[in-house]
């Protein structure tokens, strides 16, 4: 009987604890009073779309700022408390914030609303990384396509969130889905005045495989997926003997990752008696400074495009 009874006691308990855990249901927050739900995201991508579906009814921070690299990004001691505090927390997921996993696991346990928009992507969409055959390739916001699916993952998030809202958030999806067609119809106008052979895109990094592949160009980074990995002097001995035998005319610097390298291969080039040009910036794994045309993913994307087709025309 004593057995029995103190099992009931620790089962008692033990609801009382898991009730008290705060499941995002029972956050709630006065929106009459200005109140507003914190949504906190990791990339400077995500807060854009977050911002554009969210509106007037969430408060968006972003943790990582133009020009950061998310493959080498750690959370500080801010940004854990940002995330602890927060009603939603917005990753990309497949590794692409490769130094954060441990964070979101302790966030995940917390019973949060987290949300990877890398969830809503289906699976025969990704492609599979370069540097691990087990591991999805995480820069999906380079095609307009995947990028959608990833607006509607996030959109789920704050239903959940914000119930209320619900009619809202759908409505500006419906928008912002709409704005991302456009912008995929001017990626494409703008690719179809490269002839087909000048279609090859050299960067800093492999950040660009879904573009090459939604847009029908050759990709060449000189680093792998992730950043971490650094590039060989072989990998710029292949690349340089690349260019020239192709006759490319241009290769990109890259927002987010140190131009050494690039100039390093532009020097291997010269060395072998042809010349490329740097072709400009490219904004790979952040979007651009507020106050510029790219400071959402659409001006970004715009600005990608244009400077690689002026580059390689
Ligand atoms: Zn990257």
Not at 48 to 55: L, N, P, R
Not at 71 to 88: C, E, F, I, N, R
Not at 295 to 308: C, P, R, V
Request: charged share 25%; glycine share 8%; with cysteine.
């Amino acid at each position: 009987m004593k057995k029995y009874i103190s099992f009931v006691l620790i089962l008692v308990i033990t609801t009382i604890f898991i009730a008290g855990c705060g499941s995002p249901k029972d956050k709630s927050v006065n929106s009459n009073k200005g109140e507003k739900f914190k949504v906190v995201t990791t990339t400077t991508m995500l807060a854009d779309v977050a911002k554009h579906i969210g509106g007037d009814y969430v408060e968006v921070k972003g943790l990582m700022g133009p020009g950061v690299d998310p493959h080498l990004y750690k959370a500080s001691a801010g940004d854990v408390t940002l995330m602890q505090k927060a009603d939603m927390v917005v990753y990309n997921g497949l590794h692409l914030e490769g130094k954060m996993g441990e964070v979101f696991e302790n966030l995940t346990g917390s019973g949060k609303l987290i949300v990877s928009v890398a969830d809503g992507v289906n699976k025969e969409a990704l492609m599979k990384s370069e540097d691990s055959a087990n591991a999805y390739d995480p820069h999906i916001w380079f095609d307009v396509n995947i990028w959608k699916d990833a607006a509607v993952e996030l959109t789920k998030g704050l239903k959940n969130l914000d119930k209320d809202h619900a009619d809202e958030f759908d409505k500006n999806l419906k928008a912002y889905l709409a704005e991302l067609d456009k912008l995929n119809e001017y990626i494409m106008q703008k690719t179809a005045e490269l002839p087909e052979k000048s279609r090859v895109l050299i960067t800093a990094h492999d950040a660009f495989n879904y573009f090459g592949k939604a847009y029908g160009f050759e990709v060449k980074g000189l680093q792998g997926i992730s950043t971490a990995s650094e590039a060989g002097t072989a990998d710029v001995r292949e690349l340089a003997n690349f260019i020239v035998d192709r006759e490319i005319k241009a290769v990109f610097i890259e927002s987010s990752v140190p131009k050494k390298n690039i100039e390093a291969l532009q020097e291997a080039v010269k060395a072998k008696g042809f010349d490329v040009k740097i072709g400009g910036e490219l904004y790979s794994d952040s979007i651009g400074d507020a106050g510029t045309e790219a400071e959402t993913y659409i001006g970004t994307f715009k600005s990608n495009i244009d400077t690689i087709v002026n580059a390689l025309k």
